[in-house]
C-alpha cells in the first residue's frame, strides 16, 4: 500500500506543476485537506477499505481512524514516503493514549524527518477523557488537541469536530 501512496503522491505533484508552466502561474503541492475532508468524503463513492460513499475520508496523510495497527513507527515510515522533497503542506497527526518518554518521541520524530517527513504533531489523550470534556467543559478548557495540522482547545471546537476526534482515538 505505501507505494501505491507514493505513486499517487507523485502523481498529484506532477498534476499540480504541469500547468504552472503552461499557464506561467504558481500552483503549491499539498498533502493537506485541512477541515475539508468531510466535504471531500461526501463526493467520493464508496472505497475497498470498507468506506461508504459520502464518509469523511481521512484527514491530511493521517491514517483513516482505526487502519494503523502497526505502531507508530510504522506510520511515521509509510507517511514519509510521500514525496514532501516536492510538496508545501503535509501535517499528520498521532494521538498517543500515555505521554511517551522524551528520548523515545525524539527518536520518532528525528527518524521521521530523515525518512523524508515533513510534519507530524502529537497529542496524548484518551477517549474516556474526550468524553468528559463533552460533558464537563468547564473542567476542560485548557485541554489542547491536534487538529488538521495544528493545535486547538478541544472544547473550542464543533461538537461534529469533537466526535470525530473521539472516533479517531483509539484507547
Same mark, same amino acid.
Given at each position: 500500500?505505501?507505494?501505491?501512496?507514493?505513486?499517487?503522491?507523485?502523481?498529484?505533484?506532477?498534476?499540480?506543476?504541469?500547468?504552472?508552466?503552461?499557464?506561467?502561474?504558481?500552483?503549491?503541492t499539498?498533502?493537506?485537506?485541512?477541515?475539508?475532508?468531510?466535504?471531500?468524503?461526501?463526493?467520493i463513492?464508496?472505497?475497498?477499505?470498507?468506506?461508504?460513499?459520502?464518509?469523511?475520508?481521512?484527514?491530511?496523510?493521517?491514517?483513516?481512524?482505526?487502519t494503523?495497527?502497526?505502531?507508530?513507527?510504522?506510520?511515521?515510515?509509510?507517511? %514519509?514516503? =510521500?514525496?514532501?522533497?516536492?510538496?508545501? +503542506? @503535509? *501535517? !499528520?497527526? $498521532?494521538? /498517543?493514549?500515555?505521554?511517551?518518554?522524551?528520548?523515545?518521541? %525524539?527518536? =520518532?520524530?528525528?527518524?521521521?524527518?530523515? +525518512? @523524508? *517527513? !515533513?510534519? $507530524?504533531? /502529537?497529542?496524548?489523550?484518551?477517549?474516556?477523557?474526550l468524553? %468528559?470534556a463533552?460533558?464537563?467543559?468547564?473542567?476542560?478548557?485548557?485541554?489542547?488537541?491536534?487538529?488538521?495540522?495544528?493545535?486547538?482547545?478541544?472544547?473550542?471546537?464543533?461538537?461534529?469536530?469533537q466526535?470525530?476526534?473521539?472516533?479517531?482515538?483509539?484507547?
Amino acid at each position: 500500500m505505501d507505494g501505491i501512496a507514493q505513486t499517487v503522491g507523485e502523481f498529484l505533484v506532477e498534476a499540480t506543476q504541469a500547468p504552472q508552466a503552461e499557464r506561467d502561474c504558481l500552483l503549491f503541492t499539498g498533502f493537506y485537506s485541512l477541515s475539508l475532508h468531510h466535504s471531500f468524503g461526501r463526493e467520493i463513492p464508496g472505497t475497498p477499505d470498507g468506506r461508504r460513499a459520502g464518509e469523511a475520508i481521512s484527514e491530511n496523510q493521517s491514517p483513516v481512524y482505526g487502519t494503523d495497527r502497526q505502531g507508530p513507527t510504522a506510520l511515521l515510515k509509510s507517511v %514519509a514516503r =510521500l514525496p514532501f522533497s516536492r510538496a508545501l +503542506l @503535509g *501535517g !499528520l497527526n $498521532v494521538t /498517543f493514549a500515555r505521554p511517551i518518554p522524551t528520548a523515545d518521541l %525524539a527518536a =520518532l520524530v528525528s527518524t521521521y524527518c530523515q +525518512l @523524508g *517527513g !515533513l510534519l $507530524v504533531g /502529537f497529542s496524548f489523550v484518551t477517549r474516556e477523557t474526550l468524553r %468528559a470534556a463533552q460533558q464537563h467543559p468547564e473542567h476542560y478548557r485548557s485541554l489542547c488537541v491536534r487538529l488538521y495540522g495544528f493545535s486547538e482547545y478541544f472544547v473550542a471546537i464543533s461538537p461534529e469536530e469533537q466526535d470525530e476526534l473521539i472516533a479517531r482515538t483509539r484507547v
